[in-house]
């Protein structure tokens, strides 16, 4: 368990047992990081934590106090917030990074929807760093933002306010993949389809011993390409190898790596890689080496273009994420949580999935080929969505 889960636990229960009673001041947060053995930012990200539920409250100049959710003075302001909560049209985006890949697509299908049916958008980008994405969810939280649609990074897990998020009944949509423990709303690739469509692709070209690589397993994106691949090659009645099966980091230096050490010392005449920063690499490490290397390269299957060398003369088949779409069915999503919980007709994305609350939109993703003389992405079947 985190350390700032650790110590906001432990707060909490001295609150919640009357050691710590309404009004009590904590101790400074210097003398918190000498009581506890932590740093200064874990002790914020755990005082950020109880603030965000409401039993603390900072006051500029005087201190951090314990609040009485019983005083008539707390719930006029709890009223207040709510109301001004109503009025406001405003929602927020959160996402790891704005230049990389699709995440600029899910965002301009996210602005294009909140202008279309009159609602105002905020925008974080968290950078993968935990600290950075706590610091917007409580920005989120205190501005009175009616809804939060955030594109994970693969440790957000680690992060204990989207449970607060969900807590104070502020409905969360989450794009591109799940946090591990947390039920709620998703829309997403269907990646298994995608992986199992783009093998089936390259088998088509006659393909028959093929690599696969990908970003760390630990990510469920991973998980769920590596199953559309497997089931592509059994069916195929091909092998799946596992010296032929690597994972690493999400970068073209990883790319580049599998290749040289691992792939150009094979037989093979196909790969298919899970994630387009890799693939990048791949196709650099490729183009460098061409010149000593007899017969054609393996041909490449990528989820996602990637970045695809000046002179590359292979065939690379793209799986194209509907990124746009993708922003555009969150942000419907999300508006409709926010009218449901406003209307009292349900209670929000809070509730548990047996329940029927939680939804699972999965979009196909576009299927194209890339020949080194189109821009844009590749020509295919417009995506379709299935919810579950």
């Known amino acids: 368990m985190p350390a700032y889960v650790r110590?906001?636990?432990?707060?909490?229960?001295?609150?919640?047992?009357?050691?710590?009673?309404?009004?009590?001041?904590?101790?400074?947060?210097?003398?918190?990081?000498?009581?506890?053995?932590?740093?200064?930012?874990?002790?914020?990200?755990?005082?950020?934590?109880?603030?965000?539920?409401?039993?603390?409250?900072?006051?500029?100049?005087?201190?951090?106090?314990?609040?009485?959710?019983?005083?008539?003075?707390?719930?006029?302001?709890?009223?207040?917030?709510?109301?001004?909560?109503?009025?406001?049209?405003?929602?927020?985006?959160?996402i790891p990074c704005i230049t990389l890949g699709h995440f600029p697509h899910i965002m301009r299908g996210i602005a294009d929807e909140c202008m279309r049916q009159g609602f105002q958008l905020t925008m974080g980008n968290f950078d993968g760093d935990l600290a950075k994405e706590s610091e917007y969810l409580r920005v989120f939280m205190d501005s009175g933002v009616r809804g939060v649609i955030v594109s994970p990074h693969y440790r957000s897990h680690e992060n204990g306010l989207y449970r607060v998020l969900q807590q104070r009944g502020i409905?969360?949509?989450?794009?591109?993949?799940?946090?591990?423990?947390?039920?709620?709303?998703?829309?997403?690739?269907?990646?298994?389809?995608?992986?199992?469509?783009g093998t089936r692709r390259l088998i088509g070209t006659g393909c028959r011993r093929v690599g696969f690589v990908s970003g760390w397993r630990e990510t469920i994106t991973s998980q769920e390409r590596l199953k559309g691949f497997r089931r592509?090659?059994?069916?195929?009645?091909?092998?799946?190898e596992k010296a032929l099966i690597r994972e690493g980091a999400f970068s073209a230096e990883f790319g580049c790596a599998v290749w040289r050490d691992v792939f150009a010392e094979e037989a093979l005449d196909g790969i298919f890689c899970a994630n387009h920063p890799i693939a990048s690499g791949i196709l650099r490490a490729m183009a460098e080496a061409e010149s000593g290397r007899a017969g054609e390269p393996p041909r490449m299957v990528s989820f996602d273009r990637p970045d695809v060398p000046p002179l590359f003369r292979g065939r690379l088949i793209v799986v194209a994420q509907p990124t746009h779409e993708m922003g555009v069915e969150a942000c419907r999503l999300l508006l409709a949580r926010i009218r449901e919980s406003e209307a009292g007709r349900g209670s929000g994305v809070s509730a548990p999935a047996e329940r029927g609350a939680v939804r699972r939109i999965l979009l196909s993703p576009h299927i194209g080929e890339y020949t080194g003389e189109q821009a844009g992405e590749p020509a295919g079947e417009r995506g379709r969505a299935h919810g579950q």
Request: proline share 6%; glycine share 10%.
């Open 7 to 94: 110590l906001e636990g432990e707060v909490r229960r001295r609150i919640e047992t009357g050691e710590l009673g309404p009004g009590a001041q904590l101790p400074i947060e210097r003398d918190l990081c000498r009581q506890h053995g932590v740093s200064r930012s874990t002790v914020r990200k755990a005082l950020g934590l109880l603030a965000a539920d409401g039993l603390i409250l900072p006051i500029a100049g005087r201190g951090t106090f314990v609040t009485d959710p019983a005083d008539p003075a707390m719930n006029v302001l709890r009223r207040r917030r709510a109301r001004a909560g109503r009025a406001n049209r405003t929602i927020a985006a959160l």
């Open 171 to 197: 409905p969360l949509v989450l794009t591109d993949l799940p946090i591990k423990g947390l039920s709620t709303d998703l829309v997403a690739t269907d990646n298994v389809e995608g992986a199992y469509e």
């Open 232 to 240: 592509a090659m059994r069916e195929a009645k091909l092998r799946v």
